[in-house]
């Protein structure tokens, strides 16, 4: 496949270096010359110095056969115009941009769902960071959380502890313990070493075990594995950056939020478009600071 890469940072470089290990023609277009020959001192791919929102340069990367143009520049105005020119000069068939500004995202379905830009695929990696560890927030005692067919099903990693009604039994006790209820154990890790889940295979206290389940079943199945733990009621967000602000945003109504940011300016903006949430300036890894906010008592620490 023909694919275009806008963007030589982390994000296009990470894409890059997967996708030219399949075999693909990629060529990366980037403003900045030192990024590029890096990259093609490490990869076999094509570079282009320019910029990637501009006709020229699109036709100079290829874009007039591409399949699919990927723009993850560090400008949202940068990777949207570029897809709209993709669309309207070469019919790229695929188009997939980096948007980061939440406004953007407030209004997604108007400027991307219709006849405004021509984004196929948005993606930004500070909400998949935020939604995914909200997941976590939410769902005490897990390990890991992912959400598929759009949060109808969900994966979960619990490590099973003594105590637990399924630890010592054969897995096909959980349906035994739980018949109404639909839920698959889809992996089993012991001693870091991975195990076939089988219905004669016997849970063992610290196995990690990968299930899937409804959202609503999921406590049920971590009680059948360990001791539940409280739901999380207080929050400590160190950092009040892209991710920070918008975990406090997604959290504060449900949950006493605390942020510490450095930046005095960065403290003053986020405490503005904040309701509930205490906004705190000082260095988050200063201990009198954290004794003096109750770190002993909160839930959660998350450092973003």
């Known amino acids: 496949m023909k694919i275009i890469i806008l963007g030589a940072g982390q994000v296009g470089t990470s894409v890059a270096a997967n996708l030219v290990s399949e075999a693909n023609d990629i060529t990366v277009v980037d403003t900045d010359a030192r990024r590029l020959r890096e990259l093609a001192d490490r990869f076999d791919l094509r570079t282009l110095q320019g910029h990637g929102a501009q006709p020229d340069v699109l036709l100079r990367a290829g874009g007039e056969d591409a399949e699919m143009i990927i723009a993850v520049t560090n400008s949202?105005?940068?990777?949207?115009?570029?897809?709209?020119?993709?669309?309207?000069?070469?019919?790229?068939?695929?188009?997939?941009?980096?948007?980061?500004?939440?406004?953007?995202?407030?209004?997604?379905?108007?400027?991307?769902?219709?006849?405004?830009?021509?984004?196929?695929v948005t993606i930004s990696p500070?909400?998949?960071?935020?939604?995914?560890?909200?997941?976590?927030?939410?769902?005490?005692?897990?390990?890991?959380?992912?959400?598929?067919?759009?949060?109808?099903v969900r994966l979960v990693a619990v490590r099973a502890y003594y105590g637990g009604p399924l630890v010592g039994q054969e897995l096909r006790a959980l349906y035994d313990h739980m018949p109404h209820v639909e839920a698959r154990v889809a992996a089993i890790y012991r001693q870091d070493r991975a195990i076939q889940p089988e219905g004669d295979t016997v849970i063992e206290a610290d196995d990690e075990v990968f299930f899937v389940a409804a959202p609503k079943h999921i406590r049920s199945v971590m009680g059948e594995l360990r001791r539940l733990d409280k739901p999380y009621k207080r929050l400590i967000f160190a950092g009040g950056g892209n991710i920070g602000?918008?975990?406090?945003?997604?959290?504060?109504?449900?949950?006493?939020?605390?942020?510490?940011?450095?930046n005095l300016e960065r403290c003053k903006q986020i405490a503005e478009s904040l309701e509930r949430t205490i906004v705190l300036h000082g260095d988050a890894a200063d201990e009198e600071l954290l004794l003096e906010e109750n770190i002993e008592d909160t839930d959660v620490f998350c450092a973003v």
């Open 76 to 120: 949202d105005e940068t990777n949207m115009v570029a897809c709209q020119v993709a669309y309207t000069l070469f019919h790229t068939p695929t188009k997939i941009a980096r948007v980061r500004a939440q406004g953007f995202l407030d209004h997604h379905q108007a400027l991307f769902g219709g006849d405004a830009f021509h984004v196929d």
């Open 126 to 152: 500070e909400q998949l960071v935020t939604d995914y560890t909200l997941r976590l927030i939410q769902t005490p005692g897990a390990l890991q959380v992912t959400d598929f067919a759009n949060g109808r």
């Open 245 to 262: 602000t918008r975990l406090a945003r997604v959290t504060e109504r449900d949950y006493r939020v605390k942020v510490i940011e450095s």
